[in-house]
């Protein structure tokens, strides 16, 4: 079982950066995928970024591309996305989500477990 919580949300002028956090508990944090989702008023949950139990292994989805980055820190049993230039279409809730058979997908099916979220909105 792991546990999942989310952190670093907030209101932001388009632009601006945040650093959103994922805190798991559970000794099995560092043999899990991790994945970053967001869902937007009115829109389905999407893909947003993934990455394998050593970090070895990263996605994106397209629509992030050279502003988010995804990164971990198993020590510290953290995930963490890194969001640059944010725009107001990134006004969402960023959730995590943990894979335990560790494929680094960006099927939100292949995820076990999830946090509750964290709120983040742009202004413009």
């Known amino acids: 079982q792991v546990q999942l919580v989310e952190s670093g949300g907030g209101l932001v002028q388009a632009g601006g950066s945040l650093r959103l956090s994922c805190a798991a508990s559970?000794?099995?944090?560092?043999?899990?995928?991790m994945g970053w989702f967001r869902q937007a008023p009115g829109k389905e949950r999407e893909f947003v970024a993934a990455?394998?139990?050593?970090?070895?292994?990263?996605y994106y989805a397209d629509s992030v591309k050279g502003r988010f980055t995804i990164s971990r820190d198993n020590v510290k049993n953290t995930v963490y996305l890194q969001i640059d230039s944010l725009k107001p279409e990134d006004t969402a809730v960023y959730y995590c989500?943990?894979?335990?058979?560790?494929?680094?997908?960006?099927?939100?099916?292949?995820?076990?477990?999830w946090g509750p979220g964290t709120q983040v909105t742009v202004s413009s």
């Open positions: 990455i394998s139990w050593n970090g070895g292994i990263i």
């Open positions: 559970g000794r099995t944090f560092s043999s899990y995928a």
């Open positions: 989500a943990a894979d335990s058979t560790a494929s680094v997908g960006s099927r939100a099916g292949l995820y076990d477990y």
